[in-house]
């Protein structure tokens, strides 16, 4: 059985990178005063989160669209299985909007959502939005379910986020909530 896509190691690295990057910033900063140490510290997290969080981002997008054969977007997604303790991302897949659905594959298989089950869609917080780089967008499902997911298109966090917003305005007009798109709604608390 050939070794997963979304493995512990990519899940690791992608928060142990930035935090070694933080460590040996924050070393070299202890002889500034507490204040710049404090602002220094953000901006060594932001800097290390936002370059290296996707730790071989791109290598994932080419394995999984080869695996599954799909031409759509790289998201990160929480769907009826927590987020790992490693990563805010249970699963990584490719998204594909069609007409009147959405369809998630990933290397565990496919998730089709249509758009008649899809009741709204809102924004939350993530644990990237702390450092502002990421964000839930979230469908609410008749089911009672939410499929929750932020895109991975870009090598960088802050790039990515950027496509996040547009893609959670693309998605309100798809949806036919452009009150939605108007707005862009406000981010809600999330505990995920």
């Known amino acids: 059985m050939p070794p997963r896509i979304w493995?512990?190691?990519r899940q690791l690295l992608g928060n142990v990178i930035?935090?070694?990057f933080?460590?040996?910033?924050?070393?070299?900063?202890?002889?500034?005063?507490?204040?710049?140490?404090?602002?220094?510290?953000?901006?060594?997290?932001?800097?290390?989160?936002?370059?290296?969080?996707?730790?071989?981002?791109?290598?994932?997008?080419?394995?999984?669209?080869?695996?599954?054969?799909?031409?759509?977007?790289?998201?990160?997604?929480?769907?009826?299985?927590?987020?790992t303790m490693y990563d805010a991302h249970a699963e990584v897949g490719i998204l594909t909007v069609a007409e009147s659905y959405l369809e998630i594959s990933s290397e565990?298989?496919?998730?089709?959502?249509?758009?008649?089950?899809?009741?709204a869609l809102n924004r939350r917080y993530n644990i990237h939005s702390v450092l502002l780089l990421g964000g839930w967008i979230v469908l609410e499902l008749k089911n009672g379910s939410e499929f929750k997911f932020e895109s991975r298109?870009?090598?960088?966090?802050?790039?990515?986020?950027?496509?996040?917003d547009q893609l959670f305005l693309d998605l309100a007009l798809w949806h036919g909530e452009p009150?939605?798109?108007?707005?862009m709604a406000k981010y809600e608390k999330s505990p995920a």
């Open 7 to 9: 493995n512990l190691r």
């Open 18 to 20: 930035p935090l070694l």
């Open 22 to 83: 933080g460590i040996v910033v924050g070393v070299f900063m202890f002889v500034l005063p507490l204040a710049l140490r404090i602002v220094a510290g953000i901006a060594a997290a932001y800097f290390g989160i936002n370059v290296w969080g996707f730790y071989e981002n791109e290598k994932i997008d080419r394995e999984l669209r080869k695996l599954t054969q799909s031409n759509g977007e790289l998201i990160g997604f929480v769907y009826l299985q927590p987020p």
């Open 108 to 119: 565990r298989g496919g998730i089709v959502l249509n758009r008649s089950d899809i009741v």
């Open 153 to 164: 298109k870009f090598p960088t966090m802050h790039m990515s986020k950027l496509r996040t």
């Open 179 to 183: 009150e939605k798109w108007r707005s």
